[in-house]
């Protein structure tokens, strides 16, 4: 998942000038659980970050976290005039080498058009919330350390580097090792 | 990765400026807050001038305004002005020993991360650090 979203700060009043502002008030932006009627903009808004559209991808991603969630799985969408603008999908996982459970976010779109309108930050409040209410205290994402924006994003939002480190490992012919 | 005092006051500058935007704030102002000689802070000032960071007005009242965006522009931004980040991949590639090959890989993957947490924090995220750690102080 890829896209460029809004970054907020406690210093949102200090924006230059003439800087790039939000194009509308938050009050209007909704967040809610993912609907079947949702999804033909979620694969489109998809296929226009990434260039792919996975529509089976997406049906099978809906079963799992739209309607099979029992609370510890969510997909969410960012709604403004019947519009969805964005979506970010979370879980709780638990144990993962010994940590205790934690909310993992591992998609995050928004449309092009909605940057700067803190969709982001209310997708994220909104996927906070739930993971708070069934006790989870930490957040995590992973993103590739060239995705920059991303990665501001969720500095903005308060996140630092955590307690665990990725590693990865080319494996299968073409690995060299 | 270890920073030139050049980026360090680069770095110290920008966040100055980007606290009182829309103000022009005198070079001197800064030097004396940071305790480095004028001229010195004036060639760091010169370069964030061309890359379009800060702006500069001459005169009475004049001073240096930040210009760029805070929640776009990030650290590594500023440094990539200051510092040649790319020289330390070669010199480890063309290493004589294994040795010296093994620990370039490990300081490259040091340097990669540096990199990516530098590119990761917008002078707006900045300040709001700033703000937070200006609220813990005793």
């Given amino acids: 998942m890829d896209s460029k979203l809004p970054q907020e700060g406690r210093r949102a009043a200090r924006r230059l000038p003439g800087a790039e502002r939000p194009a509308a008030v938050d009050e209007e932006v909704q967040v809610r659980p993912v609907r079947q009627a949702d999804l033909p903009e979620v694969i489109a808004l998809d296929a226009t970050v990434t260039g792919l559209h996975k529509a089976d991808y997406w049906q099978r991603v809906y079963r799992r976290y739209g309607i099979g969630g029992q609370g510890l799985r969510h997909f969410l969408v960012a709604v403004q005039g019947g519009r969805v603008l964005g979506f970010m999908i979370g879980e709780v996982r638990d144990w993962e080498f010994g940590s205790p459970p934690c909310g993992w976010v591992f998609a995050i779109d928004v449309d092009p058009r909605a940057r700067q309108r803190r969709v982001g930050t209310h997708l994220l409040a909104a996927m906070r919330e739930r993971f708070e209410r069934v006790g989870v205290r930490v957040l995590r994402t992973m993103l590739a350390s060239d995705n920059q924006l991303l990665l501001s994003f969720f500095r903005s939002q308060g996140m630092t580097a955590g307690r665990l480190i990725p590693l990865e490992l080319a494996i299968g012919p073409q690995s060299g090792e | ?138």
């Avoid at chain 2, 990765?1 to 680069?10: I, S």
């Avoid at chain 2, 890989?105 to 900045?126: C, K």
Wanted: hydrophobic share 50%.
């Fill in chain 2, 1 to 138: 990765m270890k920073l030139q005092k050049n980026t360090e006051l680069a770095l110290y500058s920008v966040l100055e400026f980007a606290a009182r935007p829309g103000e022009h704030v005198p070079a001197a102002e800064v030097a004396a807050k940071y305790g480095e000689s004028l001229h010195h802070l004036a060639k760091v000032l010169s370069e964030l001038a061309r890359a379009g960071i800060v702006d500069s007005v001459r005169g009475v009242g004049g001073g240096y305004r930040f210009a760029a965006n805070p929640r776009r522009l990030t650290l590594l931004d500023v440094i990539r002005l200051f510092e040649d980040l790319g020289a330390a991949a070669p010199a480890a590639a063309e290493a004589a020993t294994p040795v010296d090959r093994a620990l370039g890989q490990v300081l490259a993957e040091i340097d990669q991360i540096a990199q990516a947490t530098f590119g990761s924090i917008t002078v707006a995220t900045m300040l709001g650090m700033v703000d937070r750690a200006a609220a813990r102080a005793p």
